[in-house]
């Protein structure tokens, strides 16, 4: 009798776990009380997953995932062709919204946000990617970055910090796909003859921080705001950053620091003190602080908005153009008194 190979052998429990990202105990409730579990068990005791079962409970992960009853999950994914169940949703799986009565709208983005961290935790790309594209569908760019997308990046910080390094792997590829799924919603550039009177919105991040999701969620904002913006990423240098404030006369500059040690407040006031043009109409940027890195830095004359939405809110009060003969200094038109909660 031929010795079966190791991939017919199937997996255990332990492994299968580590793979979808959920604890052993669940795989093991959910065959006690639900009948998904292996088809083989090895002298009596051993549990060994087939293909077959791990595209059942592929399948049961998806669902539960998206808010389904695990019960409902349950009967869906045994009934499932195999070769249904493992890409992806299968045909008569049922939606969060089929199920009455459905969760209030804040309740249900923080669910998929849970949802969105647990797929990226199984590293499965095709279920994050579509939940990041319904996010953005069903809520909108603002709502979808607060209440979805930060909530699963910070669990899975959470996760990573609390395991010893394990799941770094998993913070990478969620920063890249909420990263594509922002670029996708980020408008053309202003074509010159639409911009505004005022410069173009400067987003950067200071001299050595590179986390740079919040300015892309920022920058799509802006751009769907059909304001001109010019995005340079992470961790700029300070004098290129300068040179280019001084080629383009931004109308605001938005400087992001995610950690205290990023946060340079002789930068900020750096570029805050520059000015371009002649002499009686000369311009000036304002400055706009973001992240976590400015908290307890008191910078006078800047900005600190308190999220995404404040921050359009703010540089979208900046489209004023002003009347002839006035100099264009932001800084003086918008109060600079709000500041983070």
Same mark, same amino acid.
């Given at each position: 009798?031929?010795?079966?190979?190791?991939?017919?052998?199937?997996?255990?429990?332990?492994?299968?776990?580590?793979?979808?990202?959920?604890?052993?105990?669940?795989?093991?409730?959910?065959?006690?009380?639900?009948?998904?579990?292996?088809?083989?068990?090895?002298?009596?005791?051993?549990?060994?997953?087939?293909?077959?079962?791990?595209?059942?409970?592929?399948?049961?992960?998806?669902?539960?995932?998206?808010?389904?009853?695990?019960?409902?999950?349950?009967?869906?994914?045994?009934?499932?062709?195999?070769?249904?169940?493992?890409?992806?949703?299968?045909?008569?799986?049922?939606?969060?919204?089929?199920?009455?009565?459905?969760?209030?709208?804040?309740?249900?983005?923080?669910?998929?946000?849970?949802?969105?961290?647990?797929?990226?935790?199984?590293?499965?790309?095709?279920?994050?990617?579509?939940?990041?594209?319904?996010?953005?569908?069903?809520?909108?760019?603002?709502?979808?970055?607060?209440?979805?997308?930060?909530?699963?990046?910070?669990?899975?910080?959470?996760?990573?910090?609390?395991?010893?390094?394990?799941?770094?792997?998993?913070?990478?590829?969620?920063?890249?796909?909420?990263?594509?799924? /922002?670029?996708?919603?980020? #408008? $053309? *550039?202003?074509?010159? !003859?639409? =911009?505004?009177? &005022?410069?173009?919105?400067?987003? @950067?991040?200071?001299?050595?921080?590179?986390?740079?999701?919040?300015?892309?969620?920022?920058?799509?904002? /802006?751009?769907?705001?059909? #304001? $001109? *913006?010019?995005?340079? !990423?992470? =961790?700029?240098? &300070?004098?290129?950053?300068?040179? @280019?404030?001084?080629?383009?006369?931004?109308?605001?500059?938005?400087?992001?620091?995610?950690?205290?040690?990023?946060?340079?407040?002789? #930068?900020?006031?750096?570029?805050?003190?520059?000015?371009?043009?002649?002499?009686?109409?000369?311009? @000036?940027?304002?400055?706009?602080?973001?992240?976590?890195?400015?908290?307890?830095?008191?910078?006078?004359?800047?900005?600190?908005?308190?999220?995404?939405?404040?921050?359009?809110?703010?540089?979208?009060?900046?489209?004023?153009?002003?009347?002839?003969?006035?100099?264009?200094?932001?800084?003086?038109?918008?109060?600079?008194?709000?500041?983070?909660?």
């Amino acid at each position: 009798m031929a010795t079966p190979s190791h991939a017919d052998a199937g997996v255990t429990t332990g492994a299968l776990a580590r793979r979808l990202g959920v604890s052993p105990t669940t795989l093991r409730s959910w065959d006690r009380r639900y009948g998904v579990g292996p088809a083989r068990r090895e002298d009596g005791r051993h549990r060994r997953w087939t293909p077959r079962d791990v595209a059942r409970v592929e399948t049961m992960c998806r669902l539960t995932s998206a808010g389904v009853p695990t019960a409902e999950a349950a009967r869906v994914a045994k009934r499932a062709p195999a070769a249904d169940a493992a890409p992806g949703r299968t045909a008569d799986a049922p939606t969060p919204a089929a199920q009455a009565p459905g969760p209030a709208p804040a309740s249900h983005a923080r669910q998929e946000g849970k949802g969105l961290a647990r797929a990226a935790v199984r590293l499965d790309a095709t279920a994050v990617e579509e939940r990041l594209a319904a996010a953005l569908a069903d809520h909108g760019l603002v709502d979808a970055w607060q209440d979805v997308m930060v909530p699963a990046l910070h669990a899975v910080g959470r996760r990573w910090a609390s395991s010893g390094d394990q799941y770094i792997e998993v913070e990478h590829m969620l920063s890249w796909y909420v990263s594509t799924a /922002l670029r996708r919603h980020t #408008l $053309p *550039t202003v074509p010159p !003859g639409d =911009a505004t009177a &005022a410069g173009p919105v400067l987003l @950067a991040c200071t001299p050595g921080e590179h986390h740079t999701l919040p300015l892309e969620a920022l920058n799509a904002g /802006l751009t769907q705001l059909r #304001l $001109p *913006t010019r995005m340079f !990423g992470g =961790a700029v240098p &300070a004098e290129a950053l300068m040179a @280019a404030v001084r080629r383009l006369g931004p109308v605001a500059v938005v400087l992001w620091s995610q950690v205290r040690s990023t946060a340079s407040r002789p #930068l900020a006031e750096y570029i805050a003190a520059a000015e371009w043009g002649v002499k009686g109409a000369r311009g @000036a940027p304002l400055v706009v602080l973001g992240g976590p890195g400015w908290a307890g830095r008191p910078t006078r004359g800047m900005l600190r908005p308190t999220g995404l939405r404040d921050a359009l809110d703010v540089l979208a009060g900046l489209r004023r153009t002003p009347p002839p003969g006035e100099p264009r200094r932001p800084g003086a038109r918008v109060s600079p008194s709000r500041a983070p909660a």
